[in-house]
């Protein structure tokens, strides 16, 4: 499975970006897409994920009203649209795919397979 992603950028605060994640290699079925971020000197944290057959979606308390993450199935790609971006939400944006279970979609640790980032960064 490779994933690409893209759609990062420079933006001002209260501003909205589209992050896009092209999946290749595989047809998902119950598998779960996520959007994973890392900040320079911080850990990588869950942003959101959405399980590929059923659309059900998962999000983390600072992006819930602001950021919603979506896919489309025939184009296997999975979304992440941001809005109110905040400055605090500057990092580098990865997309990841997995087995995951309900109760772990937010750990790094219950997806296989990564993108390779989109950078993104919120001037106030």
């Known amino acids: 499975v490779q994933l690409q992603a893209s759609g990062g950028g420079l933006v001002q605060a209260e501003g909205s970006l589209r992050l896009s994640c092209v999946a290749s290699g595989r047809t998902f079925s119950g598998e779960f897409l996520a959007w994973f971020r890392q900040a320079p000197g911080k850990e990588r944290e869950f942003v959101a994920s959405i399980r590929w057959n059923s659309a059900t979606t998962y999000y983390t308390d600072s992006a819930k009203g602001r950021f919603t993450i979506s896919r489309d199935k025939a184009r296997n790609t999975v979304y992440l649209q941001m809005n109110s971006l905040k400055p605090e939400d500057t990092a580098n944006y990865y997309c990841?795919?997995?087995?995951?279970?309900?109760?772990?979609?937010?750990?790094?640790?219950?997806?296989?397979?990564w993108g390779q980032g989109t950078q993104v960064t919120v001037s106030s």
């Open positions: 990841a795919a997995g087995r995951a279970i309900t109760s772990s979609v937010r750990y790094a640790e219950s997806y296989n397979y």
